[in-house]
């Protein structure tokens, strides 16, 4: 086992060379031990657990050695333990790296080595802890939003038929983009889900490249639900590989081969309505990697209309960056105040025939 832990320790990993202070040092021991999965941990270092509580994790003491099942306490956020039968902790430490440390035969630094390389988060290393911290954000938010998500067997052709029955007038309000019923009935737009919070939301279905029935976006339509959820999307749906419209928009590109991209829904509905039916959106404000090989893949000509805000004045910058030299890329950039779904059809007619005659 020693010999084994040794060897995945790294002798060779690059060290910054300025010394830390003892702040900074500190600092950087909490980071480890926050990155560090005690469960995972304990098992590893062979103990036997019995019970695990959203704040503790109770075992055998493999210090001591008794049978008693709970005598080892260990708090899931601290990774600070205690052993109730022996004050093991008395002897050792109570922190996390002293026990590693004494499981193990490690010195202090040693064990410091040794939770890094099981966690991949160097104390030397500000990089590493970075992208640790932008891991568990991201991770927070999928199991957040994963509560609030549409199950994914709903999301089907079937289901999908009776959703259609039951949509509202929402989207046919002036406020709200004021859609006619023929143009929403062409993108299938449904209705009459609630969700787990009571809130009644219209459905929008996205169908991938091929047709495919792959997720639903559903749009809050009583104003109640809190900003970041007005849409909600089906559990574990990956947007990355997914451009809406893309099925239908291809057999519209001409020649040339020339798709839109807009952000959202809405501003491909209503480009539809003003006669371009080649419009697909990224469904956020940025064309992921994925969504730009879709594009490659697909067409010649990438008109990007996306939103005029800051974000997507950003997202403009990022896909011209991107998929310059891979793909002819034209960037139309709007005025703040008003996104494609916000304009008129005759509007969004007029912004485009400009972009033709200038190319
Ligand atoms: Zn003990």
């Given at each position: 086992m020693m010999q084994q832990i040794q060897q995945q320790?790294?002798?060779?990993?690059?060290?910054?060379?300025?010394?830390?202070?003892?702040?900074?040092?500190?600092?950087?021991?909490?980071?480890?031990?926050?990155?560090?999965?005690?469960?995972?941990?304990?098992?590893?270092?062979?103990?036997?657990?019995?019970?695990?509580?959203?704040?503790?994790?109770r075992a055998k003491c493999k210090i001591h050695g008794g049978d008693n099942k709970t005598s080892f306490r260990m708090n899931k956020h601290t990774k600070n333990w205690s052993c109730f039968s022996h004050g093991?902790?008395?002897?050792?430490?109570?922190?996390?790296?002293?026990?590693?440390?004494?499981?193990?035969?490690?010195?202090?630094s040693a064990a410091v080595d040794y939770l890094e390389s099981v966690t991949g988060i160097s104390t030397h290393d500000e990089v590493s802890y970075v992208e640790y911290r932008r891991y568990k954000d991201r991770q927070?938010?999928?199991?957040?939003?994963?509560?609030?998500?549409?199950?994914?067997?709903?999301?089907?052709?079937?289901?999908?038929?009776?959703?259609?029955?039951?949509r509202s007038?929402?989207?046919?309000?002036?406020?709200?983009?004021?859609?006619?019923?023929?143009?929403?009935?062409?993108?299938?737009?449904?209705?009459?889900?609630?969700?787990?919070?009571?809130?009644?939301?219209?459905?929008?279905?996205?169908?991938?490249k091929s047709r495919r029935l792959v997720a639903y976006s559903c749009r809050d339509i009583t104003g109640k639900?809190?900003?970041?959820?007005?849409?909600?999307?089906?559990?574990?749906?990956?947007?990355?590989?997914?451009?809406?419209?893309?099925?239908?928009?291809?057999?519209?590109?001409?020649?040339?081969?020339?798709?839109?991209v807009v952000e959202?829904?809405?501003?491909?509905?209503?480009?539809?309505?003003?006669?371009?039916?080649?419009?697909?959106a990224c469904m956020g404000r940025t064309i992921t990697p994925g969504q730009q090989s879709l594009l490659y893949s697909t067409a010649f000509n990438v008109i990007l209309m996306l939103d005029g805000d800051e974000a997507g004045r950003?997202?403009?910058?990022?896909?011209?960056?991107?998929?310059?030299?891979?793909?002819?890329i034209i960037p139309v950039l709007l005025s703040s105040d008003r996104d494609p779904a916000d304009r008129t059809p005759e509007e969004l007619q007029e912004l485009l025939s400009v972009i033709k005659q200038g190319e």
């Open positions: 320790m790294s002798p060779t990993r690059t060290r910054m060379s300025l010394p830390l202070s003892k702040e900074e040092r500190i600092i950087r021991l909490e980071r480890l031990k926050d990155a560090i999965d005690a469960e995972q941990l304990l098992r590893t270092l062979g103990f036997d657990i019995t019970h695990v509580t959203a704040d503790e994790i093991c902790h008395d002897k050792i430490g109570f922190d996390i790296i002293h026990l590693v440390g004494h499981m193990l035969n490690l010195s202090f927070e938010t999928i199991r957040q939003m994963d509560n609030k998500s549409i199950p994914t067997s709903l999301t089907d052709e079937v289901y999908l038929k009776n959703f259609r029955k039951f007038s929402y989207f046919e309000n002036p406020a709200n983009g004021g859609f006619p019923k023929e143009v929403l009935n062409e993108f299938e737009i449904g209705g009459g889900f609630v969700d787990k919070f009571g809130f009644q939301r219209d459905v929008i279905p996205i169908r991938d639900a809190p900003y970041e959820y007005k849409y909600l999307l089906t559990e574990g749906f990956d947007k990355n590989k997914v451009l809406y419209n893309l099925f239908r928009a291809k057999e519209f590109m001409g020649e040339d081969r020339i798709i839109i959202g829904f809405k501003s491909v509905w209503k480009l539809y309505m003003a006669g371009y039916k080649n419009a697909v950003t997202g403009t910058a990022k896909a011209l960056k991107d998929m310059q030299n891979k793909i002819n």
